[in-house]
């Protein structure tokens, strides 16, 4: 599954109808946001059938961000059930993310 992207909108109803959500704050001009895409994309497609990975922009969509308090660029955060598990902030290695994942899941 491709990711796809969330809005101050949908994001609510992306959390609580997606058994796993992983949400990651970017911005267009965020280059360890950009660093960051073809690990999610590949982690996305391994684990489609366990998660559903957004991108959210935090420019265009501020009230997200701004309700969990994201103060850098990228940060993921990881929903279970709806609840929030797991923040990450900062740009990592593809086994680094996915260890991340599985050990807040």
């Known amino acids: 599954m491709a990711i796809i992207n969330s809005?101050?909108?949908?994001?609510?109803?992306?959390?609580s109808e997606n058994k796993i959500f992983l949400a990651k704050m970017t911005a267009s001009w965020c280059q360890p946001c950009k660093m960051l895409n073809p690990v999610l994309e590949e982690i996305s497609e391994e684990m489609k059938d366990q998660?559903?990975?957004a991108n959210h922009d935090i420019d265009s969509e501020p009230n997200v961000p701004t309700k969990f308090s994201i103060r850098g660029v990228p940060?993921?955060?990881l929903f279970k059930?709806?609840?929030?598990?797991?923040?990450?902030?900062?740009?990592?290695?593809?086994?680094?993310?996915?260890?991340?994942?599985?050990?807040?899941?």
């Open 7 to 15: 809005t101050d909108e949908n994001f609510e109803k992306l959390k």
């Open 51 to 53: 998660l559903v990975i």
């Open 75 to 77: 940060t993921l955060l």
């Open 81 to 105: 059930d709806g609840e929030l598990k797991a923040t990450k902030v900062g740009a990592g290695l593809k086994s680094d993310v996915v260890s991340w994942i599985k050990g807040n899941i």
